[in-house]
């Protein structure tokens, strides 16, 4: 098994910044890629960025440019750099680990991120 804890959610004006971290443990040599995701109150959880163990990366349409994912593998650590924060950015975020079996995921429990205008 793998388990994941989040930290760095927080409450912040909009145009401002914050940094999500995500620490893995457990059965590490199970993680492939690690990401991002949130969910909004009445939203289905969405993907926000993803980075594979090799460090390519992925970033939906709305966090371009924004927001920036990176990886310790050192220290089993995901990051999510998020800048220039909007008031849509409000979420819960989870962090996930996908398994190298196929359909297997883990998931943190979530941080909350609000953002206001």
């Known amino acids: 098994q793998v388990r994941l804890v989040e930290s760095g959610g927080g409450l912040v004006q909009a145009g401002g910044s914050l940094r999500l971290s995500c620490a893995a443990s457990g059965s590490i040599f199970r993680i492939n890629t690690m990401g991002w995701y949130r969910q909004a109150p009445g939203n289905e959880r969405e993907l926000v960025a993803r980075i594979t163990n090799l460090g390519t990366t992925y970033y939906a349409d709305s966090v371009k440019g924004r927001f920036t994912i990176s990886r310790d593998n050192a220290k089993n650590t995901v990051f999510l750099q998020m800048n220039s924060l909007k008031p849509e950015d409000t979420a819960v975020y989870y962090c996930?680990?996908?398994?190298?079996?196929?359909?297997?995921?883990?998931w943190g429990q979530g941080t909350q991120v609000t953002v206001s205008s």
């Open positions: 996930n680990a996908a398994d190298f079996l196929p359909g297997r995921n883990y």
